[in-house]
């Protein structure tokens, strides 16, 4: 798949992401997020740097769900998973400072224009 990117000065940048082919199609720019997962494809939030030590590429925090047929943001999800942390307090603290920094619940904001790829042989 190829992504370009809106929002910078060069729309005709590509980048190319392993999607799952089981996942949802990318929603509008502010429709409700269906876990599609392009956006952590492309880069990862503020939250996902630290934990991806990387600005650009997958986020390695994002995690996919067989039994919802989606991605999550592991940092969301399941923090202890992601960090290796167990303190109750300390997953807590993630878990609200991913849903904040994810914007979780606004919408769509990756201003992302996509298409698929042929399948390779």
């Known amino acids: 798949m190829t992504i370009s990117d809106k929002q910078h000065a ?35 939030c503020p939250l996902g740097m630290w934990v991806s030590r990387r600005r650009t590429g997958a986020c390695k925090a994002l995690l996919w769900s067989d039994s919802q047929q989606r991605y999550l943001c592991g940092l969301l999800a399941n923090p202890e998973q992601i960090t290796g942390w167990h303190h109750p307090w300390l997953l807590r603290w993630c878990s609200q400072r991913a849903q904040r920094w994810i914007a979780a619940g606004t919408g769509c ?13």
């Open 10 to 44: 060069c729309p005709s940048v590509l980048a190319v992401v392993a999607w799952h082919p089981q996942a949802p199609t990318k929603p509008a720019l502010g429709a409700p997020c269906n876990g599609c997962g392009l956006c952590c494809l492309t880069a990862p």
């Open 109 to 121: 904001d990756a201003n992302l224009e996509w298409e698929k790829l042929p399948p390779t042989d």
